[in-house]
């Protein structure tokens, strides 16, 4: 099978449970690192501008989309995604996709032939602008859902240069693990192994790889040397700012990406609970933490039931909350399509039965760290209200960084077009 009909299967899956990483993962995993990284292009990049190419697709056609059989409209996909995005040339990829096609159908191969032809004198810019709406009209060119747009219009200024932000394929960063080893000794490693890197401007455990590289032939992949991690991410754990000797809580802690940093941050010598409700995501969490090379409690429990840990114990709880997840769209496209207002204020429910929960095990004068990986106002601001209202105490943050996401009183907002990191919200709190 080639990569261009493993794309189009992949993306047949896709449309089936609007997932792309699993289908992904099941059909590209006896590849080799070039040509699955091509098919990440093709699949990401696709699901990534879906809106705007269909919209091509069907001026260039004269017929809609979603009338097509899944493998010829998936395959009119990638190949206007090539055309409009990528530098492969142009009758190569028309030639390419054809053959994919011509497997499946040859009748279908002669109707892709012509459309791809058109696509590629196609000017999808000057198209757009021919749409009177305008809130529409940005919702194709960068390929949102328009009640996205219409909302991230209100809530920020700049929203023109989110959408761009939330469509740039992010950096790929590593946070290095100081119970193993130290940023110095593990730079003169990849200075070795001949691996562009630059530290991250001011998280120095945080170095971004430069080009592609494959993550297993990075010195110390096997080791638990680092950890691959967005500097957003890192921050709730950085913010919560955990001390040696203290009793920590991590919840919805899986796959460990957090608590992996807090061990690190305190060099294993914190008392460090980690627990989830999801259980196969709980073995991942358990092999991350081995990997580290961390002591960790880990529990399968669902805190807002009956709970197993101690009240008024822990001195400082990290809630990185179950989210809609909108502010890491750019590492995961397809979260342009699974989501809805309805899902918002379903998580917002489950956000604050976890600030409730969370309040009864934080020990008086303990801290506590929420953060949602999301750009919405439900699961962001207005559950920092709740939190007041429950008894939490909006408190400053120990740890500032100027600019870096507009620091006011006890929370902080930081976006991939002002930060070059995922879309995160952070609120810190004393009982």
Not at 67 to 74: A, H, M
Not at 195 to 205: G, N, R, S, T, Y
Not at 207 to 219: A, D, L, Q
Not at 270 to 295: F, M, P, S, W, Y
Request: hydrophobic share 40%; net charge positive.
């Amino acid at each position: 099978m080639s990569t261009r009909e493993t794309a189009v299967r992949i993306l047949c899956n896709f449309e089936k449970d609007l997932k792309l990483k699993p289908h992904f993962e099941s059909l590209t995993n006896h590849l080799n690192f070039r040509d699955r990284s091509f098919v990440r292009e093709l699949t990401s990049g696709s699901v990534r501008f879906l809106k705007l190419l269909d919209f091509s697709i069907e001026k260039a056609s004269g017929k809609k989309q979603k009338k097509q059989k899944p493998f010829i409209r998936n395959a009119l996909r990638i190949l206007a995604y090539q055309l409009f995005f990528m530098s492969v040339p142009a009758y190569a990829t028309l030639y390419e996709t054809v053959e994919a096609v011509k497997k499946v159908s040859r009748k279908s191969a002669g109707f892709v032939n012509a459309v791809g032809k058109k696509l590629i004198s196609f000017n999808y810019r000057r198209e757009i602008e021919k749409i009177p709406d305008e809130i529409e009209r940005t919702a194709t060119l960068f390929s949102f859902e328009t009640w996205m747009v219409e909302r991230w219009k209100r809530f920020y200024p700049d929203y023109i240069n989110l959408l761009e932000g939330l469509n740039r394929t992010p950096p790929l960063f590593l946070r290095i693990n100081r119970t193993k080893t130290s940023p110095e000794n593990f730079a003169k490693l990849l200075e070795k192994a001949n691996i562009e890197f630059k530290p991250h401007p001011f998280l120095p455990d945080m170095f971004r790889i430069k080009g592609r590289v494959e993550i297993t032939s990075i010195p110390g992949y096997r080791e638990g040397f680092f950890y691959i991690q967005d500097p957003a991410s890192f921050l709730s754990a950085v913010l919560l700012n955990p001390q040696q000797n203290e009793k920590i809580l991590d919840i919805a802690a899986a796959p460990g990406g957090k608590t992996t940093a807090i061990g690190s941050l305190t060099k294993g010598k914190a008392e460090i609970t980690a627990v989830d409700i999801d259980e196969e995501r709980l073995k991942l969490l358990k092999e991350n933490v081995q990997k580290a090379g961390l002591k960790c409690k880990i529990l399968l429990e669902d805190i807002t039931k009956r709970t197993s840990l101690p009240e008024n114990y822990f001195d400082r709880i990290l809630l990185d909350a179950p989210c809609s997840a909108t502010g890491v769209i750019r590492r995961h496209p397809e979260g342009k399509w699974n989501k809805s207002l309805k899902l918002i204020k379903h998580n917002q429910k489950i956000q604050r039965a976890l600030l409730k929960s969370a309040y009864k095990l934080l020990k008086p004068g303990g801290y506590l760290l929420y953060s949602v990986c999301s750009l919405e106002r439900e699961e962001g601001e207005e559950n920092v209200e709740y939190a007041v209202s429950i008894g939490f105490k909006p408190v400053q943050f120990d740890i500032k960084f100027g600019d870096v996401g507009k620091n006011r009183k006890n929370t902080m907002r930081v976006f991939p077009h002002r930060d070059n990191m995922d879309g995160f919200f952070y609120a810190i709190f004393r009982k």
